[in-house]
């Protein structure tokens, strides 16, 4: 598959993610996308990345998420030199709270 094509099929996800409204639409819609692993893996990965804002330990986060230390590492490594989106929703969902 070409990169223009994996582009405008990124972009059709994005842009679909974009109409959703509600946590039913949420909910609904990545219920059909992603099996309820993915969800999980995903939703571990952002409660990681609030812990780590909240200045956590590691040893605390695996317990509390059951992800390895690599995958803590990688979204540590997301906060601090990533595209600003765990920062952004944090902030977003818990204001001043996640700086």
């Not at 969800?39 to 998420?65: N, P």
């Amino acid at each position: 598959m070409g990169k223009k094509a994996a582009d405008e099929k990124i972009d059709l996800l994005f842009e679909g993610i974009l109409t959703l409204r509600t946590k039913e639409d949420c909910e609904n819609f990545f219920g059909d996308l992603c099996t309820k692993t993915e969800l999980r893996e995903m939703s571990k990965r952002l409660f990681a990345a609030k812990l780590i804002s909240d200045g956590a330990k590691y040893a605390d986060i695996v317990e509390q998420t059951g992800l390895s230390t690599a995958t803590i590492t990688r979204v540590n490594g997301c906060l601090r030199d990533g595209n600003d989106g765990y920062v952004q929703v944090l902030d977003r969902l818990f204001g001043a709270q996640s700086d």
